[in-house]
């Protein structure tokens, strides 16, 4: 580009903002795309947004890696 330094450029990204409520846990329908059955599960994310935890009925968690 006519005017661009040379050299490394650093892109600063803003923190991810997590809603409390999400961070709390809420409450969501969670379903497999190869089945009908819907879920009812508490959803919480960790503070910094990285895992996600799902909560079901039966009080089994599960987590992911976002």
Do not use: C, I
Not at 18 to 41: A, C, H, I, Q, Y
């Amino acid at each position: 580009m006519a005017g661009a330094q040379p050299g490394v450029h650093a892109l600063q990204l803003k923190p991810v903002s997590v809603p409390e409520s999400l961070r709390k846990g809420n409450k969501f329908m969670k379903w497999d795309d190869d089945s009908t059955t819907v879920t009812p599960v508490t959803l919480t994310v960790d503070p910094k947004g990285y895992f996600l935890y799902w909560t079901d009925q039966n009080k089994q968690q599960q987590s992911e890696v976002n």
